[in-house]
C-alpha cells in the first residue's frame, strides 16, 4: 500500500541519521477505537489543535495530524502531543509516533476532517501556547495538497514555492498590523470558517454578507484579498477571478440589501450619498439588532474609513 513520511523528508534513504527537513507535522496514531467515525468527528471540533484528522485503512482507528515546531526535538514536541490528546480527548498515541522517520499507509477517508484558519504549534515545553498569526496552517504542511484529500503521496506536500511561503509570512504580517477593531472583524467573519479545497464558492457566499454588514465595500474587499494572501494556496483558483467574484458578490449583495430593511430604515438609508454613511448605518443596525450587541466585532467607536 502507498505510504508517506508525515513529519521530514528524506533526500535519499529514510533514516535519523541520512539527510532530512522536518516538515513540522506530526501523526499521531490512534489505534483500536471503537466507532472511529464518531470519535473523529469528535476530535475534529478541536480546531485549534488538530489540522486533520481521518479514519485509518483498518477502520478502527484515527490518523491525527497536528503542527509541530519543527526547528524542536521531534520526541519531545510528540510527548506534548500525546499528552495533550490524552487529557483532552482520553486518547492513546502510538508511541511509535515519535519517530521522525515513521510511515504511515496511505488512507481514504470521505469523512475527513480539515481545518482551517490558526493552529496552535506544539513546541518540547508547551506553554499553553495560543494561536498567533505565526501559526497560520501552512499549505505545504495540510489542507491544500492531494496527499491529504487521500492521506497519501508525501512528494506533493513539497510543490509549495518558497516564494509562496514567504508570501503567506507577508499576509500573516498584515493581519497582525490591522488595527484591533477591523483584526476582530476579519477574525470572526473570515478567520472563523474553514477553509477547504473545492468550497471555495460556498465560502464567499457567507463571508460577503458578513463582511457587507460590518464594513465598507473597499474595506471588505481589502479584507478578502488579505484572507486569499493568507490561505495561498489552498484554492486552486487565481487571486484575480477569486478576487473578481468576490467583488461582484459584493456588488450583488450590495443591491439586494435594502430589501431587507422596513420602511423606516430604507428612508433612512438609501438617502445617504456615500458608502462610508451607508456601512456606519448597516454596523449601527446589526449591532442594535444583535441580542448580545456584537456579530462580528466588538461593539465601541466605529471608524467608518476603516470599517
Known amino acids: 500500500m502507498p505510504a508517506v513520511t508525515w513529519s521530514a523528508k528524506f533526500a535519499?534513504?529514510?533514516?535519523?541519521?541520512?539527510p532530512h527537513t522536518p516538515t513540522g507535522i506530526l501523526a499521531l496514531d490512534f489505534d483500536n477505537i471503537g466507532n472511529a467515525e464518531t470519535v473523529r468527528d469528535k476530535v475534529g471540533l478541536d480546531r485549534a489543535q488538530v489540522l486533520a484528522v481521518a479514519v485509518t485503512v483498518g477502520g478502527r482507528g484515527l490518523r491525527v495530524l497536528v503542527a509541530v515546531d519543527a526547528e524542536a526535538d521531534?520526541?519531545?514536541?510528540?510527548?506534548?502531543?500525546?499528552?495533550?490528546?490524552?487529557?483532552?480527548?482520553?486518547?492513546?498515541?502510538?508511541?511509535?509516533?515519535?519517530d521522525i522517520t515513521r510511515l504511515g499507509i496511505q488512507s481514504w477517508?470521505?469523512?475527513?476532517?480539515?481545518?482551517?484558519?490558526m493552529l496552535n504549534v506544539f513546541t518540547p515545553n508547551d506553554e499553553a501556547e495560543h494561536p498567533t498569526s505565526q501559526h497560520i496552517i501552512s499549505v505545504e504542511s495540510v489542507e491544500?495538497?492531494?496527499?491529504?484529500?487521500?492521506?497519501?503521496?508525501?512528494?506533493s506536500m513539497y510543490s509549495m514555492s518558497q516564494t509562496v511561503r514567504s508570501d503567506r509570512k507577508e499576509a500573516a504580517k498584515?493581519?497582525?498590523?490591522l488595527p484591533k477593531a477591523l483584526r476582530h472583524v476579519f477574525d470572526r467573519c473570515l478567520l472563523s470558517r474553514n477553509v477547504i479545497r473545492g468550497q471555495r464558492h460556498q465560502f464567499l457566499t457567507k463571508a460577503v454578507p458578513a463582511l457587507y454588514e460590518w464594513a465598507s465595500c473597499d474595506v471588505a474587499e481589502e479584507l478578502l484579498r488579505?484572507?486569499?494572501?493568507?490561505?495561498?494556496?489552498?484554492w486552486r483558483t487565481a487571486r484575480?477571478?477569486?478576487?473578481?467574484?468576490?467583488?461582484?458578490?459584493?456588488?450583488?449583495?450590495?443591491?439586494?440589501?435594502p430589501d431587507?430593511?422596513?420602511?423606516?430604515?430604507?428612508?433612512?438609508?438609501?438617502?445617504?450619498?456615500?458608502?462610508?454613511?451607508?456601512?456606519?448605518?448597516?454596523?449601527?443596525?446589526d449591532l442594535s439588532n444583535s441580542p448580545s450587541g456584537k456579530k462580528c466585532a466588538s461593539p465601541g467607536k466605529t471608524d467608518t474609513r476603516r470599517a
Open 12 to 18: 535519499d534513504r529514510r533514516r535519523k541519521a541520512d
Open 74 to 98: 521531534h520526541t519531545a514536541c510528540f510527548v506534548t502531543a500525546r499528552d495533550y490528546f490524552k487529557a483532552a480527548h482520553g486518547l492513546e498515541a502510538d508511541e511509535a509516533c515519535k
Open 109 to 117: 477517508d470521505e469523512g475527513i476532517i480539515i481545518n482551517g484558519g
Open 144 to 155: 491544500s495538497m492531494p496527499s491529504v484529500e487521500s492521506m497519501g503521496s508525501m512528494e
Open 174 to 177: 498584515r493581519h497582525k498590523a
Open 226 to 234: 488579505l484572507h486569499y494572501d493568507m490561505n495561498q494556496g489552498v
Open 240 to 257: 484575480s477571478d477569486h478576487e473578481a467574484e468576490f467583488v461582484k458578490m459584493l456588488h450583488d449583495y450590495a443591491e439586494k440589501f
Open 260 to 285: 431587507q430593511l422596513n420602511a423606516s430604515e430604507k428612508a433612512k438609508y438609501l438617502p445617504l450619498d456615500t458608502e462610508e454613511e451607508r456601512a456606519a448605518f448597516r454596523i449601527s443596525r
